[in-house]
């Protein structure tokens, strides 16, 4: 009962002080919004790394031709290498036993038509196990199989963007587009891929939304490259069985192609699992300086409850007083003050949350920048408001229950 009473007490002391007690909140709620909106883009920054790098494949090990100039090309074919080849494909699937897969694949760029429709196109020859290691699955159709590369059929399958860009209303199945000066039938469309935007090599502006993928042993028969010294395959994309084993396994690969290539650098090599890492490391360090910023807006919140609740102990002083005489407890005032600090905090807390969401959802509705927010984070920053409330409302409230009632009374 005593508890319920320094409750409705407390609650009385806040309202008889609307203004104060609503300027001492802000220093709370803008805390907790901070922290809230700064997860979110950490959540949502993570969200992203992961269908980035699930779109490479963190098992994966990837070789990529490197990006030379006609001079250097010619130079390295002088020195007996030939680039990128499907023998080399061959040879490392022949060697290396922690290898599931290969996939091979050509590229070019060009254009694509359909009727008045046309679109800048990366052309991207594959073979039937491209889809197994990337996961690829269509969004309309069907995907290429390894029937089309025996054959050498002239069927494609679009990119999101290339999609809309040459069928905005119509639908693309069974339609034929004109690539380059050949035709191909669609059998399928892809549904959006997340953009690679750091620089990896050959991958830093590659948008895969606005590729064409066809059969390689019909890309390598009718397209030819502007280079004549241009090497056969532009990248292989490797599965391995375990990514423990994806350094050691890149190893041996380099020195496989390194033979075969005479020791021409002539190819990079990517992990996407050792990236991920990294840009994991990053992120916590991102987080960590962000929620640094955040607590502090929270810190500077506590000294305010701590300075208004001194203030208000300095003019309540004569209403302590009073209590004590009636027979008020010590601890019984302690309580009052730690709960009007507490509640300061929580309601500080509460709205700190609401406005933290609506930070959240405006960021990513007018930044582009996608966010994410997670139980934990609510539920982290409330009770650190909590907690703020319970440390800061402590001082003030143990120096209410000190004071003597005689000298309480005897306060102007």
Same mark, same amino acid.
């Given at each position: 009962?005593?508890?319920?009473?320094?409750?409705?007490?407390?609650?009385?002391?806040?309202?008889?002080?609307?203004?104060?007690?609503?300027?001492?909140?802000?220093?709370?709620?803008?805390?907790?919004?901070?922290?809230?909106?700064?997860?979110?883009?950490?959540?949502?920054?993570?969200?992203?790394?992961?269908?980035?790098?699930?779109?490479?494949?963190?098992?994966?090990?990837?070789?990529?031709?490197?990006?030379? %100039?006609? %001079?250097?090309?010619?130079?390295?074919?002088?020195?007996?290498?030939?680039?990128?080849?499907?023998?080399?494909?061959?040879?490392?699937?022949?060697?290396?036993?922690?290898?599931?897969?290969?996939?091979?694949?050509?590229?070019?760029?060009?254009?694509?038509?359909?009727?008045? !429709?046309? /679109?800048?196109?990366?052309?991207?020859?594959? %073979?039937? %196990?491209?889809?197994?290691?990337? !996961?690829?699955?269509?969004?309309?159709? /069907?995907?290429? !199989?390894?029937?089309?590369?025996?054959?050498?059929?002239?069927?494609?399958?679009?990119?999101?963007?290339? +999609?809309?860009?040459?069928?905005?209303?119509?639908?693309?199945?069974?339609?034929?587009?004109?690539?380059?000066?050949?035709?191909?039938?669609?059998?399928?469309?892809?549904?959006?891929?997340?953009?690679?935007?750091?620089?990896?090599?050959?991958?830093?502006?590659?948008?895969?939304?606005?590729?064409?993928?066809?059969?390689?042993?019909?890309?390598?028969?009718?397209?030819?490259?502007?280079?004549?010294?241009?090497?056969?395959?532009?990248?292989?994309?490797?599965?391995?069985?375990?990514?423990?084993?994806?350094?050691?396994?890149?190893?041996?690969?380099?020195?496989?192609?390194?033979?075969?290539?005479? !020791?021409?650098?002539?190819?990079?090599?990517?992990?996407?699992?050792?990236?991920?890492?990294?840009?994991?490391?990053?992120?916590?360090?991102?987080?960590?300086?962000?929620?640094?910023? +955040?607590?502090? /807006?929270?810190?500077?919140?506590?000294?305010?409850?701590?300075?208004?609740?001194?203030?208000?102990?300095?003019?309540?002083?004569?209403?302590?007083?009073?209590?004590?005489?009636?027979?008020?407890?010590?601890?019984?005032?302690?309580?009052?003050?730690?709960?009007?600090?507490?509640?300061?905090?929580?309601?500080?807390?509460?709205?700190?949350?609401?406005?933290?969401?609506?930070?959240?959802?405006?960021?990513?509705?007018?930044?582009?920048?996608?966010?994410?927010?997670?139980?934990?984070?609510?539920?982290?920053?409330?009770?650190?408001?909590?907690?703020?409330?319970?440390?800061?409302?402590?001082?003030?409230?143990?120096?209410?229950?000190?004071?003597?009632?005689?000298?309480?009374?005897?306060?102007?």
């Amino acid at each position: 009962m005593q508890m319920k009473e320094n409750f409705l007490i407390s609650i009385d002391g806040l309202k008889q002080h609307k203004l104060r007690s609503s300027l001492t909140m802000l220093g709370i709620i803008f805390g907790v919004a901070a922290v809230i909106a700064m997860l979110s883009i950490g959540e949502g920054a993570k969200k992203e790394a992961l269908e980035k790098f699930k779109v490479l494949g963190v098992n994966n090990v990837i070789v990529r031709e490197k990006a030379l %100039t006609d %001079t250097e090309i010619e130079e390295v074919r002088a020195k007996f290498s030939k680039g990128l080849s499907l023998s080399d494909a061959d040879a490392v699937m022949e060697i290396v036993p922690t290898l599931e897969e290969v996939a091979p694949q050509a590229e070019i760029e060009t254009e694509a038509k359909y009727e008045d !429709n046309s /679109s800048k196109i990366t052309l991207v020859g594959i %073979t039937s %196990t491209f889809s197994s290691i990337l !996961n690829y699955e269509t969004k309309l159709g /069907s995907f290429l !199989n390894e029937e089309h590369h025996k054959k050498e059929l002239r069927v494609c399958v679009l990119g999101s963007e290339t +999609a809309k860009s040459l069928f905005p209303v119509e639908d693309p199945i069974g339609k034929k587009v004109k690539i380059d000066d050949q035709w191909f039938e669609v059998i399928g469309t892809l549904g959006s891929k997340a953009l690679f935007t750091e620089t990896v090599g050959e991958l830093a502006a590659r948008n895969l939304n606005n590729d064409i993928y066809i059969p390689l042993s019909s890309m390598l028969r009718r397209f030819n490259k502007e280079n004549q010294f241009a090497s056969q395959i532009d990248q292989l994309t490797i599965k391995v069985s375990e990514s423990e084993d994806l350094v050691e396994t890149a190893s041996i690969i380099r020195r496989i192609l390194s033979r075969r290539h005479h !020791n021409n650098d002539d190819f990079d090599i990517v992990i996407p699992y050792e990236l991920l890492k990294q840009e994991e490391r990053e992120r916590q360090i991102y987080n960590m300086v962000l929620s640094s910023i +955040a607590a502090i /807006s929270l810190l500077v919140g506590g000294i305010g409850i701590m300075n208004i609740m001194l203030a208000s102990v300095l003019e309540r002083t004569r209403e302590i007083g009073i209590r004590r005489a009636v027979g008020a407890k010590s601890k019984e005032i302690l309580y009052q003050f730690m709960f009007e600090s507490v509640e300061l905090s929580l309601i500080g807390g509460f709205a700190g949350v609401i406005l933290g969401v609506m930070m959240s959802r405006f960021v990513s509705g007018f930044a582009e920048f996608v966010t994410v927010i997670t139980p934990i984070s609510i539920v982290l920053a409330f009770g650190i408001s909590a907690v703020v409330g319970i440390v800061f409302g402590t001082f003030p409230a143990r120096r209410a229950a000190s004071i003597s009632p005689i000298d309480a009374l005897r306060y102007e």
